[in-house]
């Protein structure tokens, strides 16, 4: 069996698991009641984790009680990639993750969005995250994967350099033994830099600085706010090179199982979600400051262009990019 004859039949084998965990007799059938886990790796305070409870009280409400959910945060179903695998599978549960995670099923342009400073702000990342050009990516990845995206507009703020120095230079990470995720984007971006990339999971973390397996990670202040790194590394670099195209996607046989109205609300509330995780991000960020100063950590400025220099290579870095793509997402970021 070839590995598109395999797809083909993962997925439809998918749809039938769906169908019978959504309690649906046949796709023409009319939607039952329907129960959805929702995963995340983050903790429960996390904004994106509270966020997202919020959303699926919304969903309920809306559809009288046909979708509910259960909340599983701080890698309770395991990591992200388990939460993904079960969903390819057909079951009927929602991951939190990011566009350039997703990138590794099928459709590698989707890590370009994450590259380092390719939005300005938040309304550019919203414009982007829903152009036609990110929907034929999505749709892609429903074929590919049998993922369905929700919404990727989840932005909880840019990220900063956090660790036991400040890094106002990029010469100043040469050695530096820092946590990357195991996401090609995060490697592609840091290596060029001189770092000691270190594979350490968002739940690990917090252990691995204290212990000094890593002197240095990146993330944004609301996420270091709810992970409480700040309490075992004292100086932020406020550099900004990303805001992750975050947010929640499905198993497609299980969205394309709940009927067509019940798909809308989801796409809606999950997009209005974002927005909202967006505005109170923004928000708190002078307050998570102060409380970071007041808890004994130094806020450090960057040379941004310098930065901007010395990440400028990533956009070259993927071979298997069609020409003319960062172009192309630039243009769907800024309307032109």
Known sequence: MSWSEFNLTRRALGGLAAAAALGLAAPAATAQSVTIRIASVNSPTAESVMTAQRVADRITQRTEG???????????????????????????????????????????????????????????????AFSPLMQGYYDRLAGTAGIRVLALNWFDGARHMIGS??????????????????VETWIRTFEPLGVVATTVEAAEAYSALAQGVVTAAES????????????????????????????????????????EGDRAILLEEFRKGGQELSAASEALAGTIRAEFEAAGVTFHEADLDAYRAATAGFYSAFPNWPPGLFEQVRAAATGQ
């Open 220 to 259: 944004p202040l609301t996420g270091l706010r709810a992970s409480r790194w700040y309490e075992v590394a004292k100086h932020i670099t406020l550099t900004g090179h990303f805001n992750l195209f975050t947010g929640w996607v499905m198993s497609e046989a299980a969205f394309q199982a709940l009927s």
């Open 66 to 128: 046909r979708v509910t959910f259960q909340l599983f945060p701080s890698a309770q179903l395991g990591t992200t990639a388990d939460s993904l695998e079960q969903a390819s599978q057909g079951q009927p549960i929602i991951t939190y993750t990011s566009a350039s995670f997703m990138a590794r099923y099928g459709v590698p342009e989707l890590a370009v969005v994450e590259g380092p400073f390719v939005v300005a702000n938040n309304e550019e990342g919203e414009r982007l």
């Open 165 to 182: 120095a400040p890094y106002p230079n990029p010469s100043d990470l040469q050695g530096v033994k820092m946590r990357v995720p195991p």
